[in-house]
């Protein structure tokens, strides 16, 4: 009897063993003994979690096995970061990103040329390592139409096309004809078309040529398709009124045409005013809402109109030699140097420093903001994706280190962490997903059935290591960073794994573009306007 039983034991501790290997291959990959958190239902503990075939399918007290473990003992266990406005949408920029707990990047400013679209997604398709997505530009439609640049390959290239369109200033200063608006229009139509999942302006660059009436018609393209436009405000950079006054225009339109928007890097001037604005319009369900990064300085091209001598030191009251820097040269600019790069190298990038430092970790504590870097591109910005990075030159910090100085700071000023992951992945993923996209509905969250986008990180070590001199440093004190449940970065290296998926909308069949016209707007608006008025979309300078 004893055999038999000793036999039977046997047999079924081998049945069980079988079943525990298969149940174990049931996991791709298991997160073991982190403390996982999850915005959207506020879970915090320690917890297992389990991956297969992309997603998330468990989350248990229990240990989990599986074909690969990644033991997150005394680590943090977020959702991957999201990025609205990371311009640096190239293989090095993704790299960097990466390092730095980036898992999706869009960029909701700059954007991509309309026509375009198609292309640049066909590009990345199953050779990017994260997550990427770009909206339609309106500085680049405006570039097309009003500078020639329709058909140049380089626009292919989106954000970082930016660097040649903008050595021509039709785009900025141009007011366009009723035709040339109409033209505009539609071009940033073919992009939504395409599925960009938003549109992005440039308003602030553009504030000689755009009227308040060009906007609210390229806001109104994008409420057709139920989209976010994003807005570098019209007066940014600007003192506490004129900061408030942009992002008002744009919230305005916003509400009167029913459209989601964002506030992009409120972070200054006025800026408890703007979060305040929108924060009271979230509470009445409205799909606005506002970024900030943890840096107080900016960066841009040096032929912004913004730093011209009338504006910055006349208007605003700078001085060039204390507030923009060359990243390459590490040297601060006169009016002279000003000038002369102006005339040699107008798209050359540069550092502004517009406010006090003490208050880069209060904008942390802002409640319903997403953290977005506003990463720009680092020299050479075309170079592969396992380029040296200590080779980059001449970029801002943030592109690097917006997040490890998120948890940085964070970390120094006592900012509770659901707080931290919140604005680094929740909100975006949240506001995003609330526009019907489906790829932010299902990221952004630690939960079962969620795309396995996951950073697992130490609390206390991740930080940033970039800085002003050296903008291109990667961040440090990532454990492991998961793109669509494949592990992309393991221990602060990144590995040769592209498992980035788009984020976009579906591509239509037929344009909603609906052109402006004069007798239009008198059917809609008026009981019987005179002939000649001209106060449609801009006609030599009307309204």
Request: aromatic share 10%; glycine share 10%.
């Amino acid at each position: 009897m004893k055999a038999k039983t000793s036999l039977l034991t046997t047999t079924f501790i081998a049945g069980l063993l079988t079943v525990s290997a298969a149940f174990a291959q049931d996991y791709d990959l298991v997160i073991n003994n982190g403390r996982v958190i999850d915005p959207e239902t506020l879970f915090d503990d320690v917890a297992n979690v389990g991956i297969k075939d992309g997603r998330i399918v468990a989350i248990s007290e229990d240990p989990l096995t599986g074909a690969e473990t990644i033991d997150a003992s005394g680590q943090i266990v977020a959702p991957g970061f999201i990025d609205t406005h990371f311009h640096f949408q190239m293989p090095i920029g993704y790299s960097l990103g990466l390092r730095d707990g980036l898992t999706s990047s869009m960029d909701f400013e700059m954007g991509c040329a309309g026509s375009y679209v198609a292309a640049w997604y066909e590009a990345r398709a199953g050779v990017t390592q994260a997550n990427y997505g770009c909206a339609v530009s309106h500085e680049f439609a405006r570039a097309m139409i009003l500078d020639g640049s329709d058909g140049a390959e380089y626009l292919i290239n989106g954000p970082v096309a930016a660097y040649t369109t903008r050595a021509k200033t039709g785009w900025s200063v141009t007011r366009p004809t009723l035709e040339q608006g109409n033209a505009i229009l539609e071009e940033i139509d073919k992009g939504l078309m395409a599925g960009a999942p938003g549109i992005g302006s440039t308003t602030g660059y553009m504030r000689a040529g755009i009227s308040s009436r060009e906007l609210f018609e390229v806001q109104k393209v994008g409420a057709r398709y139920g989209r976010p436009t994003g807005s570098h405000t019209r007066y940014t950079l600007g003192n506490d009124t004129t900061e408030v006054n942009g992002a008002q225009e744009l919230i305005a339109n916003a509400i009167a045409l029913g459209a989601p928007a964002i506030v992009l890097h409120f972070n200054n001037p006025g800026w408890r005013v703007t979060h305040e604005l929108i924060s009271g319009l979230q509470e009445r369900g409205f799909n606005i809402w506002g970024e900030i990064y943890p840096y107080a300085a900016g960066s841009t091209t040096i032929n912004a109109e913004f730093l011209e001598p009338q504006s910055w030191v006349d208007d605003l009251g700078n001085r060039y030699e204390e507030t923009i820097l060359d990243p390459v040269t590490n040297e601060y600019y006169t009016l002279e140097t000003y000038k002369a790069t102006i005339a040699s190298e107008p798209t050359r990038p540069v550092v502004v420093f517009k406010m006090p430092e003490e208050d880069q970790a209060k904008w942390l504590t802002l409640k319903g903001v997403t953290m977005a870097s506003d990463g720009v591109g680092a020299q050479p910005y075309d170079a592969p994706w396992d380029f040296p990075m200590d080779q980059l030159g001449g970029t801002h910090p943030r592109t690097a280190g917006s997040r490890g100085a998120t948890i940085r700071l964070g970390r120094e000023n006592n900012i509770p962490m659901m707080q931290l992951i919140s604005i680094l992945s929740y909100n975006a993923a949240k506001h995003l997903g609330d526009t019907g996209l489906k790829a932010m509905q299902e990221r952004g969250r630690i939960q079962t059935g969620m795309v396995a986008d996951i950073v697992v990180f130490d609390p206390e070590r991740f930080t940033d290591n970039s800085t002003y001199d050296k903008g291109a440093v990667p961040s440090t004190g990532m454990k492991a960073v998961i793109v669509n449940g494949q592990v992309t970065v393991r221990d602060d290296v990144l590995l040769p794994v592209f498992a980035g998926q788009p984020i976009r909308f579906e591509p239509e069949d037929k344009p909603r573009f609906v052109p402006v016209s004069l007798e239009a707007w008198n059917a809609e608006f008026s009981t019987g306007m005179p002939s000649d008025f001209t106060g449609a979309f801009p006609v030599d300078g009307g309204n």
